[in-house]
Nanobody, 126 residues
Framework: QVQLVESGGGSVQAGGSLRLSCAAS????????MGWFRQAPGKEREGVAA???????KYADSVKGRFTTSKDIAKNTLYLQMKSLKPAATAMYYC????????????????????WGQGPQVTVSA
């Protein structure tokens, strides 16, 4: 199994930056694919960014050029650096992980991961 523990959420003004972290424990092969999703009140969960075991990344069009995801393999920790934040980014942010076999969502950002974190809140004020 896999446990995902996120940190780094909070409140920031528009234009500011935040960095989220997601520490994974458990079977490393189950975290070949890792990524970030977010869900705002009344909206569906949407993919933000993902990184595959081969280092390839995928970003939602809405965050390209402003968000960067990376992974420290030694620590099995995923990061999401968010810059130039907009109020529309306000949401719960969830870390997700999956094995290579089940991690096709790393390429299309559809929210069908097997493992999920609890989600830190990110609030961006105008």
């Amino acid at each position: 199994q896999v446990q995902l523990v996120e940190s780094g959420g909070g409140s920031v003004q528009a234009g500011g930056s935040l960095r989220l972290s997601c520490a994974a424990s458990g079977d490393a092969w189950r975290t070949y694919c890792m990524g970030w999703f977010r869900q705002a009140p009344g909206k569906e969960r949407e993919g933000v960014a993902a990184i595959n075991g081969d280092g390839s990344t995928k970003y939602a069009d809405s965050v390209k050029g402003r968000f960067t995801t990376s992974k420290d393999i030694a620590k099995n920790t995923l990061y999401l650096q968010m810059k130039s934040l907009k109020p529309a980014a306000t949401a719960m942010y969830y870390c997700a992980a999956d094995s290579q076999f089940s991690g096709s969502w790393c390429r299309d950002l559809r929210p069908r991961a097997n493992y999920w974190g609890q989600g830190p809140q990110v609030t961006v004020s105008a």
